[in-house]
């Protein structure tokens, strides 16, 4: 008796497939037509760094090209001649690498205090529903105000040194961070766990070698973006009462209209912040290979 045809389920019915006439040969080297959209695949290497290197050029040569043959005021948008002429006179005077040194040290005291503890606080939310129903909704009212917001009293509380400006990047960090992991742990594989006791690992082992080994590329993922956040902190934590610092740097030039200085400190502040991306992405795939992999 011959069998049944299979009856077509709801999506294939939907989306038939089709045999392709044109099947790719491996050993072609030339890109397909469609490679630029491919859905959740890679790119080749080439296009990727095409790419890359197109999203910061483009907006370069536009920016050249508008300040050059345009009629704009340069007070409103300075050439980029004018911006390296500026940043080679902060330079020379020793103040550009003054404040950045300034702004490193806040945000890195700032932020390196912040995920050091909003870790384990993640990690023990993630883990057990009791601590998650005793921190999340404090966290989650804290979340929504605004870190600012808190510069007065930080400043009654600890003065107009430097404490204020480290404890203002904390407190807009800590809490996502906290959150982030948090969501991170919820979704590891509960046969996971259940494994892990069946073998005889207890609270503990299970908690250093099995769930935080699965969520680390997540922390440094949550880290990675948390640590824009502190550099956007750190320009308003700089107005207090600072001596130096790009976010001062900035400030003083806007009160001037010293539109070449504000450039010079935005491009700063963008380069080291993506040396820092480009920092824990390789941390990422050095720490977690069988993560990198499957992304």
């Not at 999203?55 to 536009?62: K, N, Y």
């Not at 993630?126 to 129903?133: E, L, M, N, P, V």
């Amino acid at each position: 008796m011959p069998p049944k045809p299979r009856k077509p389920d709801a999506v294939s019915s939907l989306f038939p497939m089709r045999q392709s006439t044109n099947p790719i040969d491996p050993s072609r080297k030339s890109l397909n037509s469609t490679v630029f959209w491919r859905l959740a695949e890679d790119i080749p290497k080439p296009l990727q760094t095409g790419l890359m290197v197109a999203s910061i050029a483009v907006p370069l040569l536009l920016w050249w090209l508008i300040t050059t043959f345009g009629t704009i005021d340069p007070t409103f948008l300075p050439s980029p001649g004018n911006v390296l002429t500026a940043f080679g006179r902060l330079w020379s005077t020793g103040e550009l690498l003054q404040d950045t040194v300034a702004s490193l040290w806040r945000v890195g005291v700032g932020f390196a205090v912040a995920v050091f503890c909003s870790i384990p606080v993640g990690v023990l939310m993630g883990s057990f529903s009791s601590i998650r129903a005793l921190l999340e909704p404090l966290f989650g009212l804290i979340r929504y105000m605004p870190a600012p917001a808190f510069i007065p009293l930080l400043i009654l509380y600890l003065g107009i040194g430097e404490e204020p400006k480290v404890t203002l990047i904390f407190i807009g960090v800590f809490f996502f961070n906290s959150l982030m992991v948090m969501d991170t742990v919820k979704f590891v594989p509960k046969d996971l766990i259940e494994a892990t006791y069946t073998l005889g690992g207890n609270r503990l082992q299970t908690l250093l070698q099995v769930i935080f080994p699965h969520v680390l590329p997540g922390i440094i993922d949550a880290s990675r973006i948390n640590l824009a956040a502190a550099w956007q902190l750190v320009i308003v934590s700089e107005l207090i009462a600072a001596t130096e610092g790009l976010g001062r740097r900035i400030s003083v030039a806007g009160r001037f209209l010293r539109t070449d200085e504000i450039f010079v400190g935005l491009i700063v502040i963008g380069v080291i912040g993506l040396a820092f991306d480009l920092s824990f992405q390789y941390l990422l795939r050095l720490s977690c290979s069988w993560a990198s992999q499957k992304r």
